[in-house]
């Protein structure tokens, strides 16, 4: 496993400036332009799910565990809903910053990266159902679908999903979904609910993914209600069955490709 370098005064100073106000990136834009390679945010297995603004185990449980990268998070669920109402999932959401405070995605213009290692299996799938392995769900007036998540299909495939404002959505990559096997991401997006301002970049397994259209950087609105913010798990319609399992290492959040690269 991989470690930030050590950090600069400036980008130190910064970096406690951004955990004291929980909300604003500005603080830490001045260790940025140090070109110091160090995330924002990781999450810690020591400190158990504190590095999470919170869970959701509808059934389920997050727990840490070893793995070949050293300590992960394991996903768990039954599978077994808890009522006729609610979806079955076990996520995290959001990041908890040192000084307590959760990390927000909300100004527009902000640029982040999200990166990290994931492992599945068992994961049970449908034809014509799907999996989220990985979304970025809005939160406050107007949230709905999330704009960007990662989802298991029933075809065998996992893939990168866009929905716009209007609630369309675009499939901008897939590849096969493999099971006991790790691999890496890295997305990268900046905050707009404009769709012609905000994008979307991705990497997957180290290498820059070409998404729909052709392009590299896809044209998106990323945000449409108060801020949006990340989970990790499995969330997953109600025609898929059966125990599910996913496993989740060095998970990063930066200003840079190289902050959170894996």
């Not at 995290?92 to 909300?106: C, D, E, I, W």
């Not at 905050?191 to 044209?219: A, C, D, E, H």
């Amino acid at each position: 496993m991989s470690y930030p370098k050590r950090l600069s005064a400036v980008a130190v100073a910064a970096m406690f400036a951004l955990t004291g106000c929980g909300s604003s990136v500005a603080a830490v834009r001045s260790a940025a332009h140090t070109k110091v390679s160090a995330p924002l945010w990781q999450a810690d297995p020591s400190k158990g799910l504190k590095s999470f603004e919170g869970v959701e185990t509808k059934p389920g449980a997050v727990t840490v565990v070893n793995s070949i990268y050293g300590k992960a998070y394991r996903f768990a669920t039954s599978g077994v809903k808890i009522d006729a109402s609610t979806r079955v999932r076990v996520e995290s959401r959001g990041q908890q910053t040192a000084g307590g405070s959760p990390l927000r995605f909300s100004r527009d213009g902000d640029v982040f990266y999200v990166g990290w290692r994931s492992m599945w299996g068992p994961l049970p799938t449908k034809k014509g159902n799907w999996v989220v392995l990985w979304q970025l769900k809005d939160y406050g007036s107007g949230a709905a679908t999330p704009p960007l998540s990662i989802r298991a299909r029933g075809n065998g495939q996992i893939d990168l999903e866009y929905a716009d404002p209007a609630l369309k959505t675009t499939q901008l990559w897939s590849a096969p979904l493999t099971l006991n096997h790790w691999n890496s991401f890295v997305i990268g997006f900046k905050v707009s609910k404009n769709p012609s301002k905000g994008w979307v970049q991705f990497w997957y397994n180290g290498k820059r993914q070409t998404l729909t259209g052709g392009t590299t950087q896809f044209k998106a609105a990323t945000l449409r209600a108060d801020f949006v913010t990340d989970k990790w798990g499995v969330y997953r319609s109600d025609g898929v069955t059966g125990a599910a399992t996913a496993w989740l290492s060095n998970a990063r959040v930066g200003l840079s490709y190289a902050s959170v690269a894996q």
